[in-house]
């Protein structure tokens, strides 16, 4: 690899950090991916893939490696806990606006696992794990990290520029001093993934499916593999009682009676908030994914819109790399974040308002607005083409 200083510093290797990493040693600029943990994170985390991630994953060569350890889901619902289905929408209708019309249901680790492979085999790619970073700066024509190693040791990474992608608390937002402005949810989110076969429980269920109900909402979503429960959970009580494995069962034959008790594989409880920064830029350093921006995860809008804020940044910076000013990455801020609260922050508190719907007048008003899209066949494909964050990325165009 080229010289110490002659990279770009990346720090954060989840998915944003990876796919940044990916595409710009695909442009030809050496990279250091600096990462905490030994192993990257093999827990279940996203598993929506939209299409133009896809398209985006394409240019790197694994989309199709992704679709082939996936689930294809042509459609998702919304759903009423006693009506059954509300609406269907149909993904199918992107024919021709992306290569993959559908939206793929694929364990996050699998998308790791397949750019830490791209990494590994390119000769100006460096992962360095077990390194976590503790502080960041700048001088007019550099960047630098320090960090401590595993054994204690302390030393400093140097580059040209610097991409903060290490997550909600992330040491490179504070370090370039950005406020992190928004709320906190007020209900915990508890997730469960079991082995149960919804599918043959649930008349008409599609893989995907937001089920809304005056006194409690969830989310059904199918992987290859398994199930995933999301339920909205009381703050006031603790993480012990929420994930005792007698309250799971309680939660679980609430959602579908079973005689034989659930399988729970994975479970997980926490806290969901909806915040933007206020700045992705200072100098050489810049913000992507949930170090820039986190949301709740109903629609599938967290990790996809992090991947986005990674190319996005990539093709700008490829092009400062070579020469351009500087102060043409303001225009990558301008872009991400104005995506990120009108489209991303917007869509996800939209479908929480209507599965959290309580009052029956404004459910039915829900009900019959989501009916009435459908049954349009041009409104249909803009709500999908919305949802599905083509029409975001189309907007962003417009942004100067």
Known sequence: MSNDSEAVLVVGAGPVGLVATASL?????????????????????????????????????????????????????????????????????????????????????????????????????????????????????????????EDGSREKFEGRFLIGSDGARSVVRKAIGSEFEGLTIPEIFLVLSTNFRYENAIPDLANIAYISDPTEWLVLLRTLSLWRVLLPTNPEHSEDFIMDPKNVE?????????????????????????????KYIKGRIFLAGDAAHINNPLGGMGMNGGIHDAVNLVEKLAKVWHGAPLESMGRYERQRRKVAIETVQAQALRNRAILN???????????????????????????????????SLRELEEVD
């Open 250 to 278: 309680k939660r679980l034959q609430a959602v579908v009676p079973s005689s034989e008790p659930y399988d729970v594989v994975h479970k997980t409880a926490y806290k969901v908030h909806e915040r933007v920064a206020n």
């Open 25 to 149: 040693i695909l442009q030809g600029i050496p990279v250091k991916l600096i990462e905490a943990t030994a192993d990257l994170a093999q827990d279940l985390r996203a598993s929506t893939f939209h299409p133009p991630t896809l398209d985006f994953l394409d240019k790197l060569g694994i989309a199709k490696k992704l679709v082939d350890q996936g689930l294809v889901c042509k459609n998702w619902q919304f759903r009423d806990r006693k009506k059954g289905v509300i609406a269907t929408f149909d993904v199918g209708l992107l024919e021709g606006e992306t290569g993959f019309p559908f939206r793929l249901q694929c364990e996050q680790w699998k998308l790791t696992n397949a750019l830490r492979e791209f990494i590994d085999n390119h000769p100006d790619g460096e992962l360095i794990t077990k390194t976590k970073a503790e502080t960041v700066g700048q001088t007019e024509d550099s960047v630098w990290v320090s960090v401590i190693n």
């Open 357 to 391: 719907a309580t009052d029956a007048d404004q459910r039915s008003t829900y009900h019959a607005e989501l009916q009435g899209i459908v049954a349009d066949k041009q409104k249909h494909k803009e709500y999908v083409m919305r949802s599905a964050m083509i029409t």
